[in-house]
């Protein structure tokens, strides 16, 4: 066998390896807290602002109807996590998590449906 082929594989598999190791947090989300917009209204969403531990993702939207649109940060510090929605010129306000740590990692749905009712919801099949 050829010492300069099992070289090169080696070389090719620790590239590999360190290439998976620094991409899987950036493309899978993993080290983030993920806001997930959910219209499961018959209306579509004009904007959707979420704010709170030290983050402001600006006006987000439109949201189409059947549609998402995502918010994806790190919490700077502890508290409490709000969303303003609106919709029909309707302001739809809350609360996304009140508990909310700095550096947690996660994922949240919050889904608008019929009657301007929003929802929190840890998972949805979208």
Same mark, same amino acid.
């Given at each position: 066998?050829?010492?300069?082929?099992?070289?090169?594989?080696?070389?090719?598999?620790?590239?590999?390896?360190?290439?998976?190791?620094?991409?899987?947090?950036?493309?899978? /989300?993993?080290?983030?807290?993920?806001?997930?917009?959910?219209?499961?209204?018959?209306?579509?969403?004009?904007?959707?602002?979420?704010?709170?531990?030290?983050?402001?993702?600006?006006?987000?939207?439109?949201?189409?109807?059947? $549609?998402?649109?995502?918010?994806?940060?790190?919490?700077?510090?502890?508290?409490?996590?709000?969303?303003?929605?609106?919709?029909?010129?309707?302001?739809?306000?809350?609360?996304?998590?009140?508990?909310?740590? $700095?550096?947690?990692?996660?994922?949240?749905?919050?889904?608008?449906?019929?009657?301007?009712?929003?929802?929190? $919801?840890? /998972?949805?099949d979208i």
């Open positions: 066998m050829n010492i300069s082929l099992v070289k090169f594989g080696l070389l090719v598999f620790a590239g590999l390896l360190i290439t998976f190791i620094v991409l899987k947090p950036i493309v899978y /989300n993993e080290d983030k807290y993920k806001v997930v917009i959910v219209n499961a209204s018959e209306h579509p969403i004009s904007s959707a602002i979420i704010t709170g531990v030290g983050q402001n993702s600006g006006k987000i939207g439109p949201i189409l109807v059947g $549609k998402i649109n995502d918010f994806i940060f790190i919490p700077e510090e502890d508290g409490v996590l709000a969303y303003s929605i609106k919709q029909n010129d309707r302001e739809l306000t809350g609360v996304i998590n009140d508990t909310l740590k $700095k550096n947690e990692v996660g994922e949240v749905f919050v889904v608008v449906g019929e009657m301007y009712k929003v929802s929190i $919801k840890e /998972n949805f």
